[in-house]
């Protein structure tokens, strides 16, 4: 099973939010994120930086405001 760790990019530090991704969703700029274990978490106002697949993670930047 591969699972991915979510990371925010904030500041130029990647702070570990989820470990164990399943599912990620950037649904008009709130990034829903589920894990294996049912967990959910919503991140509104980021968008989805980098997929990295071999590694098996995900950065999330914020967007900046208009």
């Known amino acids: ?6 990371y925010l990019k904030q500041r130029n530090e990647d ?5 164990e991704a399943a599912n990620v969703v950037d649904n ?9 274990f049912g967990e959910e ?3 509104k106002g980021y968008f989805i930086k980098e997929v990295n697949l071999t590694e098996s993670y995900l950065v999330l ?6």
């Open 41 to 43: 978490e919503k991140l």
């Open 61 to 66: 930047s914020k967007r900046e405001e208009e």
């Open 15 to 19: 702070n570990l939010v989820v470990e």
């Open 1 to 6: 099973m591969c699972l991915s760790k979510v």
């Open 28 to 36: 008009n700029g709130t990034i829903k994120i589920n894990t294996i």
